[in-house]
């Protein structure tokens, strides 16, 4: 009985110390940051690394809290060491923003919404040696913005939309020691030669993920370990982005407005856009209802220019082309206007969505066959721009469509659908099996009958080497019981276009087969939707078999049958174990009710329970 009472105290004594000691933090967060009224923030006291204990670090954390600008420098204290404002909604970095912070050492603004950071964005932080900018959407960039900076050591803008970085950008940071710029439009040409060499004289490392995008003969290439002779820019003009819009043969009746619309890649001071007609230069003329907009600039980074065509006329149809114009080089792109008649037979435009993407097709004139770029591009060197068509009959109604070519807009469908196109075999099957139970456990990524479909083929090809690897039996099992979660209409749909969860059941009922042929005599196999028993049994011993379900642990309360039906051969089992599973088992019985005489078959060999 004492010792009851002295575990007692011991427990009362041990709450009451935690309860203290919450009490204690959160004292000094609030002591720390008393002016800090910002819900998801929350401060905390670093260690120092200086002999006096005296010394106040904080750190301000306000990750993920909905920020739409930076926080008052008024708000936190002037101990601040470590601010992080990542992945909030901030969008402008404003002149001063942080100026009363002089002993700030590490700034993260990373996953922001940031497009522009302000000449003196970080003035007064002479004490900053890490900043991290990536993942927003800077674009312009000027060495003003780094003004004041003259500790800092390690600076990452990668994720941003710049394709270059202007001469002397990084004047101010003579600290600077490591540098990540990686980006999906980096342009490695001689206006990047100067970083190249400067960081050789600075002692800087550029990070390896650093890579060239463009041109294609430097692509994949990282920017640390190219010569001065690579960074050229010559002929012909390679830009990472030249689009118009529309891009395909547009059918206009006359009187319409019609506007065009170009954007190009902006790598330097010299690049314009201009206008042609079946070749002849294009500018404003309002009396025939033709206006060129004055060029836009957005970002530092892309250029755009408009072209309206307020009355559409006979003398509109031909071909209009938009041309870049730069030091380096031209290039164009061009789409072909036709005017109809109001009896001219077509298709009208329409908007197909599915799981290859969103499709805009336009107005097609009867009898001929319009094309679209695929919905989801992939960057290719050597291939062709991937493409999907449609076809409008002679009676002016959307006939053939082709969209073969694209890839699947969801990336969890597009890996399968690559899995798909792996050749299985017994060097690669445990590995593939392993990878699709690991993809199946979770089906709340199944949004496709094609993800059913594509999970089903690799199913039967991993069944066909049970025989030789028999753990792969196992895997069947387990990837069968996981697609059984799989929302009901999603399954429907793949049944009824491959009769998928037909071919998944059949795929279970094989295991007994395939490994009795290795002369096992018998099988048991237990998921948590998917019991399976199998074993050989001679009719002349035998007048019947008996099966039973054992329950492991304590009943979940039971699953109401909603009477809604499910596919061929997925079947819901009432009264469901919560996470725990059944153990099935089957076996010969003498029982009148099965005579051996109803035995035709010479073994019994499969029994399966979903």
């Known amino acids: 009985m004492e010792t009851r009472v002295f575990s007692l105290s011991t427990m009362e004594a041990l709450t009451a110390l935690l309860l203290v000691a919450g009490l204690w933090r959160s004292g000094v967060s609030s002591r720390n940051c008393p002016d800090l009224i910002v819900d998801s923030c929350h401060c905390a006291a670093e260690r120092s690394k200086e002999l006096s204990r005296h010394t106040v670090r904080v750190k301000v954390v306000c990750e993920d809290a909905d920020l739409l600008d930076t926080l008052e420098p008024a708000l936190l204290p002037n101990t601040t060491v470590t601010l992080i404002l990542s992945s909030n909604k901030i969008s402008m970095v404003k002149n001063g923003s942080f100026f009363s912070l002089h002993a700030l050492e590490r700034l993260d603004l990373r996953s922001n919404l940031i497009s522009t950071v302000e000449p003196g964005a970080f003035r007064g932080l002479a004490m900053l040696k890490r900043l991290d900018l990536s993942n927003n959407r800077i674009g312009c960039l000027s060495p003003e913005m780094f003004l004041d900076l003259g500790s800092l050591s390690k600076l990452n803008v990668s994720g941003n939309i710049f394709s270059t970085l202007p001469e002397g950008l990084f004047v101010h940071l003579n600290s600077l020691r490591i540098l990540h710029f990686s980006t999906d439009y980096l342009f490695c040409d001689c206006q990047l030669e100067w970083l190249l060499l400067w960081a050789r004289a600075r002692s800087v490392r550029v990070g390896n993920e650093t890579v060239c995008v463009y041109p294609t003969r430097l692509h994949g290439l990282a920017f640390r370990s190219l010569r001065e002779h690579q960074l050229i ?32 890649s902006y790598l330097d001071p010299s690049v314009t856009l201009t206008w042609s007609h079946e070749r002849w230069p294009v500018r ?5 209802g033709v206006y060129v907009e004055e060029s836009i600039i957005h970002d530092c980074c892309l250029i755009t220019s408009e072209l309206i065509l307020s009355n559409v006329d006979a003398d509109v149809s031909g071909n209009w082309q938009c041309h870049v114009t730069s030091s380096r080089g031209n290039s164009s792109i061009g789409m072909e206007i036709v005017v109809l008649e109001t009896s001219a037979v077509y298709c009208s435009a329409e908007r197909v969505t599915s799981n290859k993407g969103d499709f805009r097709w336009p107005k097609t004139l009867a009898g001929f066959m319009a094309f679209l770029p695929c919905a989801t591009p992939t960057y290719s060197s050597t291939s062709h721009e991937k493409r999907a068509w449609r076809r409008c009959d002679k009676l002016g109604q959307w006939a053939e469509e082709d969209y073969n070519q694209c890839p699947y807009s969801s990336k969890f469908t597009r890996v399968l659908h690559e899995l798909t196109q792996i050749q299985v075999n017994t060097s690669n099957a445990l590995v593939l099996a392993r990878q699709l139970s690991s993809f199946t456990s979770n089906t709340a990524m199944f949004e496709d009958m094609m993800d059913v479909v594509f999970v089903t083929h690799l199913v ?9 690897i028999r753990e792969l039996g196992d895997y069947v099992s387990d990837i069968a019981s996981n697609m059984m979660q799989v ?8 049944q009824n276009e491959a009769r998928a969860c037909t071919r998944i059941v059949q795929c279970v009922e094989r295991i007994a087969d395939l490994i009795f042929n290795t002369h096992s005599q018998n099988i048991s196999k237990v998921s948590p939707n998917i019991a399976l028993e199998a074993f050989m049994v001679r009719p002349s011993s035998v007048m019947g078999l008996l099966c039973t379900v054992v329950q492991l642990s304590s009943l979940a309360p039971p699953v109401t049958d909603t009477g809604q039906s499910r596919p061929t051969g997925i079947v819901h089992a009432p009264g469901l174990l919560g996470d725990t599973l059944l153990n099935f088992r089957c076996h010969a019985a003498n029982v009148t009710v099965s005579p051996t005489g109803q035995l035709s078959q010479q073994f019994l060999g499969r029994y399966t329970a979903a």
């Open 233 to 264: 820019c010559e002929a012909p003009l390679e830009l990472p982005l030249l689009q118009l819009i529309p891009s395909q043969r547009q059918l206009v009746f006359r009187g319409d407005r019609l506007p065009l619309q170009c954007t190009a």
């Open 460 to 468: 039967e090809r991993i069944t066909r080497l049970v025989d030789r």
């Open 284 to 288: 404003t003329q309002e009396e025939i």
């Open 487 to 494: 929302e009901e209409h999603i399954l429907w749909m793949a």
